[in-house]
């Protein structure tokens, strides 16, 4: 067996699962779940409907490269999305579909990391997405785990890292807007990442799934590829985003995203992802075209979670010390407890399931900067979540 599946820590669902089964949880009392990043808003139906028109195209094998028409329809997105120079990005060159960002997050780390090169460093913000750890390891990488602010900015403390590690450092993961913190990373900030990562030789592998669900209609995050060609970088050197329908367009179960950027490692990465085996369905890229194509439906599922952190928010922030994020679904609050005895409360007492924040970091540096938060996903109906804050209201409120 590969020496470092042992090293791997246990998904957070996992140890969810275990602490829901010590918790007696509240029976009287609908279950209400507000644990699992799952977007849970209807499927747009031109999106089902495309992928029933192009079904009978499962009598066909897919190249991992993908269609012409879905690298053509990501390039149009993006171009306009990130307000990128015309023509900056080829659709043979700078893209390539991916089923989901999960798989090519963790592949994307298999094929960067040179294992010859001595002491491999993969650096990742800490909380973090668990599959940048595990990445790592398998990578043959130590992760050097970055922890967030512990103020009202929760951004990773960059400037924190020693200069040793930055020169270690063969890949960088960024995640914004970060899950769980729903913050963004500035221009100013990933300008700096860019001159570090020219300084110290390192690619910067920017999570961007949450890019499209952002709180204020006027102000959608910047993105890596938008900064890179802002200052005259071009050719993207050293830069891959990492987009997802997932959340976009609430289609989790479609697995479909892609990954953009930097020419030289991605014909790297499709040479490694031939191998994989990992090409997406053409009734999925069929879907996909049109999913990218339409902004519409994107716009209303912002303004469900837009109507939803309206409805909670005051709820909650008389009893909890909590911000509304920039973007994303996700509430970080911190809490009055352990955030391990404040999950298992909140089940035993009101039957709402939430995840312990310690379960999406690791003890580094000065501690697990997810210590006494939980982290709250606005998926459910609106209606469950507005009842679900009620709760944790009350559950709080019988704490103080
Ligand atoms: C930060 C982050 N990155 C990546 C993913 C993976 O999403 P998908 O594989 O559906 O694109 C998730 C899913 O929850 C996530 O939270």
């Avoid at 924190?160 to 913050?183: D, F, I, M």
């Avoid at 709402?352 to 697990?368: C, I, K, Q, W």
């Amino acid at each position: 067996m590969h020496e470092a599946l042992a090293h791997l820590h246990p998904y957070p669902f996992e140890k969810l699962a275990r602490l829901k089964s010590t918790a007696r949880a509240a029976r009287h009392k609908t279950p209400l779940d507000l644990s699992i990043g799952e977007p849970q808003h209807e499927t747009p139906r031109l999106v089902i409907e495309a992928m029933a028109q192009h079904l009978p195209q499962m009598a066909r094998y897919p190249t991992t490269r993908g269609t012409e028409e879905l690298r053509t329809a990501i390039v149009k997105w993006l171009t306009a999305r990130f307000r990128l120079p015309k023509s900056s990005l080829v659709a043979d060159l700078h893209v390539l579909p991916v089923a989901g960002t999960r798989e090519a997050l963790f592949a994307f780390a298999q094929c960067v990391v040179d294992r010859t090169r001595p002491d491999p460093v993969v650096a990742m913000p800490n909380p973090f997405y668990q599959i940048y750890e595990g990445a790592a390891l398998l990578a043959g990488a130590n992760p050097y785990y970055i922890n967030n602010r512990d103020d009202a900015d929760a951004l990773p403390r960059f400037d924190a890292v020693p200069a040793e590690v930055w020169e270690r450092c063969q890949l960088l993961y960024v995640c914004s807007p970060g899950n769980p913190t729903g913050k963004v990373l500035s221009p100013q900030v990933y300008e700096r990442l860019l001159a570090l990562a020219d300084h110290h030789d390192f690619v910067i592998a920017a999570d961007e799934c949450y890019s499209e669900i952002y709180l204020e209609e006027t102000r959608a995050p910047p993105g890596l590829l938008e900064v890179a060609a802002q200052c005259g970088r071009h050719d993207f050197r050293r830069c891959v985003v990492f987009h997802s329908l997932s959340k976009r367009s609430s289609v989790p179960g479609m697995r479909s995203g892609f990954v953009a950027g930097d020419a030289e490692i991605l014909k790297a990465f499709l040479h490694y992802r031939t191998y994989q085996g990992c090409a997406m369905p053409l009734y999925t890229q069929a879907a996909s075209i049109v999913a990218w194509d339409d902004e519409t439906h994107v716009r209303e599922n912002r303004a469900l979670y837009r109507q939803k952190f309206d409805a909670v928010l005051p709820i909650l922030q008389p009893v909890l010390e909590l911000t509304r994020p920039d973007a994303g679904f996700y509430l970080w609050p911190r809490v009055p407890i352990d955030e391990v005895e404040f999950t298992r409360g909140l089940i035993a007492r009101e039957n709402v399931t939430v995840l312990p924040g310690s379960y999406l970091a690791r003890e580094a540096h000065a501690g697990n900067p997810g210590t006494r938060r939980v982290r709250i996903a606005l998926v459910p109906p609106l209606v469950q979540c507005i009842e679900a804050a009620h709760r944790i209201r009350k559950f709080v409120e019988s704490l103080i």
